[in-house]
């Protein structure tokens, strides 16, 4: 598995969020995790967000798993960040795309389909959810 790159948040000198991508053959995973609580995200994750936008084109990426189940929260200032983070993966990855999320979690539910602009019939048609127990 390849580390493709990696954002983090820090609070205190202690990581409280980080978001990978990474590749495994031609399978990318990218993965959310921790929290994001504060005003400004882009901050920490504008580089990881441009490091993205620059390393996919130059990958074979045939499908795509973006894994929700280890965020644990998001205030609406993450939720712009992540929504521009997964923009950029189903910008770059043509292929089927599956979202992990967690099945009891309220927000998780309603607000990642909103996330990812599950109303457009290009992107509906090429994601699938997988329903997972919290973690």
Not at 17 to 43: M, Q
């Amino acid at each position: 598995m390849k580390i493709l790159t990696y954002g983090e948040i820090m609070d205190g000198g202690a990581s409280v969020f980080h978001s990978v991508a990474k590749l495994d053959g031609e399978r990318l995973f990218v993965t959310f995790e921790g929290v994001i609580r504060i005003d400004n995200p882009y901050r920490y994750l504008e580089p990881y967000l441009q490091e993205l936008d620059k390393t996919l084109p130059d990958q074979t990426v045939g499908e795509c798993v973006i894994d929700f189940a280890q965020l644990r929260f998001c205030n609406s200032n993450g939720f712009y960040v992540i929504m521009d983070i997964v923009e950029t993966v189903y910008r770059h990855v043509k292929g089927n795309i599956t979202v992990r999320r967690v099945r009891d979690d309220d927000w998780q539910q309603e607000t990642l389909p909103i996330l990812l602009n599950l109303d457009e019939d290009a992107i509906a048609s090429r994601t699938a959810f997988e329903e997972v127990r919290a973690l």
